[in-house]
């Protein structure tokens, strides 16, 4: 069995639910799914996707607040990790460092961990495994389809996506910053006199801005705040309209850009300095 605590926001969820989904199928695990509401996603869980029969969700266990990390550094800890987790019903805790620094993202690493083990537990942001063929099998609530077709912005087919990534992530904002942005509008605007583009930022200041400046950025005029259920809400229309578009041209290390192209199947470009294309 595989516990799973996901951790981050929208789009680090997703893809760790659907880790874990690879897994579960590879190994005939059963999976159930720790859905907690906190600073970084503080929305429901059945708010913002359909049911689904992957997995259980479950609240999380008191008894898991004593579970001790299997792969600690310590001898003496790894050994306490082994009999208290025993006792507690799970023989295998992997924590962020084991999916950071030391591989358990890799397939055949996982893949033994849990053929070995009958009971894990997972809490994370990291995807692992083949996540990539399992995103289809987590859908968003109908209700929030429903917000996206109510609040129309007339897109065109070839409707352009652009993910401009800040807040709290630096990498993005030295790597892909905002005048590459400014540049990729004139560029393709020029080459095409009706070209749209569709903007989702967790900027307000961007939004604002692009949306004075060019009359062809189209976005919508909601709140993003990973404090507030509509917040939320928001971030999943915004992904979701991003991934109908034809090509998205994403920040530097967002996995948000990366999930809305798998999502859609649409193609998937990184804005960034080293490439001569911006």
């Known amino acids: 069995?595989?516990?799973?605590?996901?951790?981050?926001?929208?789009?680090?969820?997703?893809r760790v639910i659907s880790s874990a989904i690879w897994l579960s199928k590879i190994t005939s695990h059963k999976l159930n799914v720790i859905w907690e509401i906190n600073s970084d996603l503080n929305c429901d869980y059945n708010t913002l996707f359909c049911e689904n029969e992957e997995f259980n969700l479950i609240p999380f266990p008191a008894k898991f607040k004593y579970l001790h990390h299997t792969n600690n550094?310590?001898?003496?800890?790894?050994?306490?990790?082994?009999f208290r987790n025993?006792?507690?019903?799970?023989?295998?805790?992997?924590?962020?460092?084991?999916?950071?620094?030391?591989?358990?993202?890799?397939?055949?690493?996982?893949?033994?961990?849990?053929?070995?083990?009958?009971?894990?537990?997972?809490?994370?942001?990291?995807a692992f495994g083949e996540w990539r063929e399992h995103v289809h099998c987590i859908n968003f609530h109908q209700d929030i389809v429903n917000r996206i077709k109510k609040d129309e912005l007339k897109l065109s087919n070839n409707t352009i996506g652009l993910h401009i990534?800040?807040?709290?992530?630096?990498?993005?904002?030295?790597?892909?910053?905002?005048e590459?942005?400014?540049?990729?509008?004139?560029?393709?605007s020029k080459n095409s006199a009706n070209q749209i583009f569709f903007l989702a930022t967790d900027d307000e200041n961007i939004k604002n801005k692009l949306c004075n400046s060019y009359s062809n950025v189209k976005t919508?005029?909601?709140q993003l705040n990973r404090n507030s259920e509509e917040g939320m809400?928001?971030?999943?229309?915004?992904?979701?309209?991003?991934?109908k578009c034809q090509t998205?041209?994403?920040?530097?290390?967002?996995?948000y850009s990366t999930l809305a192209s798998l999502i859609g199947k649409c193609a998937l470009k990184i804005v960034h300095l080293n490439n001569n294309d911006f």
Do not use: C
Not at 165 to 178: C, E, G, K, V, Y
């Open 1 to 14: 069995m595989i516990f799973l605590r996901p951790q981050g926001g929208l789009a680090n969820r997703i």
């Open 73 to 82: 550094p310590k001898f003496s800890k790894r050994v306490k990790a082994y």
């Open 86 to 126: 025993r006792f507690l019903g799970i023989q295998y805790n992997l924590n962020e460092s084991d999916f950071l620094f030391r591989g358990f993202s890799e397939v055949e690493k996982i893949r033994r961990v849990a053929r070995l083990n009958k009971n894990l537990f997972i809490s994370t942001t990291q």
């Open 165 to 178: 990534r800040r807040t709290d992530n630096l990498i993005a904002i030295q790597n892909s910053p905002f």
């Open 180 to 188: 590459l942005f400014e540049k990729l509008i004139e560029r393709l």
């Open 220 to 222: 919508f005029r909601h």
């Open 233 to 243: 809400i928001n971030a999943a229309i915004d992904i979701l309209t991003l991934s």
């Open 248 to 255: 998205i041209y994403g920040s530097y290390w967002s996995s």
